[in-house]
């Protein structure tokens, strides 16, 4: 089907639906099939597997995260703030 240089995997959907919905179904895509780094083993191996699962083939870990992408916003804030907080706690 249709992948042109431009549009990417949305060329399949032809001249419907927008321009803009296309890009961010495009945007979407790209996240979702990407080849992310480990945090266990830190090889490029982590695929996502299902909705917010991600496994990585090399050493077999499987994790959950973002629905896209397997570390979110809202994720990394979180762990900076714990991890402050655990460096607090070490200096008392």
Known sequence: MGKTKKVGSTGRFGARYGSTIRKRVREIEDKSKAIYKCPVCYMRTLKRSGLGIWECSKCGEKLTGGAWEPN?????????????????????
Request: no cysteine.
């Open 72 to 92: 979110t916003s809202a994720g990394r804030s979180i762990t900076r703030r714990v991890t402050r907080i655990a460096e607090g706690l070490k200096e008392e």
